[in-house]
């Protein structure tokens, strides 16, 4: 019977420390706005990037809950918005903040971008504004428009919703 005790009261005891070293994550707390020449905008993908290591971005993506159809001009997110971007808890200093738009039916193209910096606490949740401008996507001949430069590689990526948006962290 002691044994037994012994042991819970281990087991208790490693759970307690185990919590106790989770850091709280940093988030940036985005106000995104668009101007007139954003399209319907039903993916979005955020990409952090510290000035101090640029090779390790934080990339996340959400989609739209009300799903939607931009050829019928339905659905698709809402502007002005606020966006919850998780981050690495141990970020610190100046970051780039990248806010794009992705089209519906191609997700390497971006119908829509925007830009901001600013510096990031570990722990903290920052706040941060920016605006979505449209992007010329022209059709016939050639690629079909602006592509997406910058990939998916050297992030994780997290599917979330509008109504959830920022709940996942990527390092």
């Known amino acids: ?5 012994s042991s819970c009261r281990l087991l208790g005891l490693a759970a307690l420390i185990v919590s106790g070293c989770a850091k709280p994550p940093s988030t940036i707390d985005v106000q995104i706005t668009a101007d007139d020449t954003v399209p319907i905008v ?8 510290r000035v101090s290591d ?4 934080a990339i996340l993506k959400w989609v739209s809950a009300g799903g939607g159809d931009p050829d019928a001009g339905t659905g698709g997110f809402a502007f002005p918005m606020v966006l919850h971007v998780g981050i690495h808890p141990g970020w610190n200093g100046p970051v780039t903040l990248t806010v794009d738009g992705l089209d519906f039916y191609d997700m390497t193209k971006v119908i829509a971008t925007g ?5 990031v606490a570990s722990e903290q949740t920052t706040t941060a504004a920016l605006m979505l401008t449209g992007v010329f996507v022209g059709g016939g001949g050639g690629d079909g428009g602006a592509g997406d ?3 998916d590689s050297g992030g994780a990526d997290a599917g979330v919703t509008a109504d959830d948006a920022g709940a996942d962290t990527a390092d």
């Open 1 to 5: 019977m002691t044994v037994a005790r």
């Open 42 to 49: 039903t993916l979005l993908r955020s990409t952090v990037v």
């Open 54 to 57: 640029p090779s390790d971005p």
């Open 115 to 119: 830009t901001t910096e600013t510096t």
């Open 149 to 151: 430069a910058g990939g």
